[in-house]
Each structure stands twice: as structure tokens, then as C-alpha cells.
């Protein structure tokens, strides 16, 4: 395996490792772990149990509260608390429903994730790579923060730099603009719907 970094494989599935994370590493490797169980068990559990699995997972590893925020953009300050309780609770779901989508079965892919992390402002990076047994390797990095003694995701970037939020933003925006919350809660639980076979 050629990689551009010095990095450490994942290969723990369903390893026990702290519930808070203390470092940004931890926090990835031990939602790698769980995704690694959810794919090695993908056919058994389905669609609707791998997204099951991965809300809890999500919530953990990811601060989907700032992520809804920064996804919803200006109008979030306008929006009431149960609004923004009601985004963050659908944004959730499909951010699961996705994982459970993209993860639908083990072919002997690796995670990787690079024991050091790299500055970027007031956050840091957890570079990441999964290997496939065939195939270039599949870059994913996530800009970590700190809140206490726990460190969650704020955004992935896939292939070096492509942010999945301002992606969210830039998709939403019509949504938004035409309905409100209620519409982009409508459009956010249509995402997480069980897809057609």
C-alpha cells in the first residue's frame, strides 16, 4: 500500500474505545471502527439498520448541531429553537441515512487515519484514507473542534478539499429561500428515506 502520509490502519472493528473521545484522532478512529462493524454486517442489518446504527455513531463523531448552522446558513439565526432543533434532528438522519447508503457492505476495505493532524485555524484536520483491495485510495479528511474534553467533526472533505457543507449550503439555499425550515425538514427526511430497490 503506497500512501502520501505516515498513517496508522484501522482495523478494529467494534474495538472498545472511549464513548468521548479525547483526541481528534480517537474520535475518527473509533467512528471508523463502528462503520467498519456496520459494513462487515451490511446484508444482515439493511438499509433502515445500518442507518439505525450510524445515527448514534453520527452524533457521537460529528457536532451536527454547528453543521445544520453552517449547512442552513444566514437564515438559521432567524429560525426559533424548536426550528433549529428540528433541522439539526433531520440533518442528523440523513447525514446517517447516507452513511448507511455509501457503507452497504464489506469487500475488504481499510481506514486509515494519519496519527498526526494538521492546523487549519482555530480547528484541526484528521487526514484520512480508505483502501480498497483494488483500486486508487479514497481521500476523506474532517476539520475537528474541540468542545471540553471532546473533539467532533465540523466538515469532511473529500479528495483533498472538496467541503461537503458548503456542497449542503449551495443545495439547500432554493429550498430555504422558498419554504423555510419546515420545507428543508421535508427535503433533509426525503434524503433519509429508505431508497427504492
Not at 439493511?46 to 463523531?61: I, N
Not at 445544520?68 to 442528523?92: I, K, Q
Amino acid at each position: 500500500m503506497t500512501m502520501r502520509m505516515a498513517a496508522v490502519a484501522v482495523m478494529l472493528a467494534g474495538a472498545a474505545m472511549p464513548a468521548a473521545a479525547a483526541t481528534p484522532v480517537a474520535t475518527i478512529e473509533h467512528f471508523y471502527a463502528t462503520t467498519l462493524d456496520i459494513m462487515k454486517n451490511a446484508k444482515a442489518l439493511g438499509f433502515d439498520g445500518r442507518a439505525k446504527r450510524f445515527e448514534p455513531a453520527v452524533r457521537e463523531a460529528f457536532d451536527v448541531t454547528e453543521m445544520t448552522h453552517f449547512a442552513v446558513g444566514p437564515a438559521w439565526t432567524g429560525y426559533s429553537a424548536a426550528e433549529r432543533s428540528a433541522l439539526t434532528e433531520a440533518f442528523t438522519r440523513m447525514t446517517a441515512a447516507s452513511y448507511a447508503q455509501n457503507f452497504n457492505g464489506f469487500g475488504g476495505e481499510k481506514f486509515v487515519v494519519a496519527p498526526a493532524t494538521v492546523p487549519r485555524a482555530a480547528d484541526v484536520v484528521v487526514k484520512t484514507e480508505i483502501v480498497v483491495p483494488s483500486g486508487r485510495p479514497a481521500q476523506i479528511d474532517y476539520r475537528m473542534r474541540g468542545s471540553g474534553s471532546a473533539w467532533k467533526a465540523v466538515d469532511v472533505y473529500y479528495q483533498g478539499g472538496i467541503s461537503q457543507l458548503s456542497i449542503r449550503r449551495s443545495e439547500f439555499a432554493a429550498t430555504i429561500a422558498s419554504g423555510g425550515a419546515a420545507a428543508l425538514v421535508k427535503k433533509l427526511d426525503a434524503m433519509a428515506a429508505t431508497p427504492k430497490p
